[in-house]
């Protein structure tokens, strides 16, 4: 059971966001908020449009309309490293590793885009480490070439780097083995607990709600329900109905 949140303005706040790729109509009118501090599970099944409302969080798909609030300014129409810098790390479905760098380099250069000072580049090094203290012995090996387990390590580690109070994350489990997929699990919520809002995306419900403060059930890309982790832990039936399992 998650402890009660102290209610705190909204991180972030969609509002009625539409979004096309094309023609097709992707986004149809999703509204949602993350709170500082929540882990937000957003569950739907395949094609629903999670990585689709990610990504136009991030200005990666354009908005036709709606509001995308961020520390309360609308951030649609932004170009994505500006909406960046409002403090948000992203990590996509496909964790990138930056393709024959280490791990120290890829940290680094995830550092130096997010144009932290020299001095504070070894700071926030260490602060990954904090975070997964595991990848200390993978520093110095190719990145592109550890377990998915571990560069999802990286991947989520250097979107924390900077000043992040909003972490999206796609899908970090899938694919993982069941010890290391529990392990990125309880980082997310080690995370949320820092004061960070993270928006987790899932498919995998079950395990999304032993996790999360709070959920959404996107269908065609249409909130369609949501509420407490506790309450929709609780019956499975409605979250069934929401997601038409
Ligand atoms: N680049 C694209 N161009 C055109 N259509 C796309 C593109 N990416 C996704 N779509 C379509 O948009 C819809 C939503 O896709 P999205 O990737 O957001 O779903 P998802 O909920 O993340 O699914 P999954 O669980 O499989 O990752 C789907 O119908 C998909 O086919
Ligand atoms: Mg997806």
Redesign the pocket.
Known sequence: MSAPRQPSLPLLRLEVVQAY??L?H?LQGVSMEVRSGELVALL??????????LRAIMGLVAVRSGRIDCGGENVVGLATERIARFGIGYVS?DRRMFPGLTVRENVRLAALGASLPRDEQEPALQRVLEVFPALERHLDLDASRLSGGQQQMVAIGRALICGTRLLLVD?PTQGLAPNLAVEIARTLRAVAETGVGVLL?E?NSQMALQLADRAYA?DQGVIVGGGSADELRESPKVLEQYLKL
Request: hydrophobic fraction near 25%; glycine fraction near 22%.
């Open positions: 790729y094309g097709a992707v739907g099944r395949n094609g629903a449009g999670k990585t689709t409302t479905e899908e995306v498919q996107l």
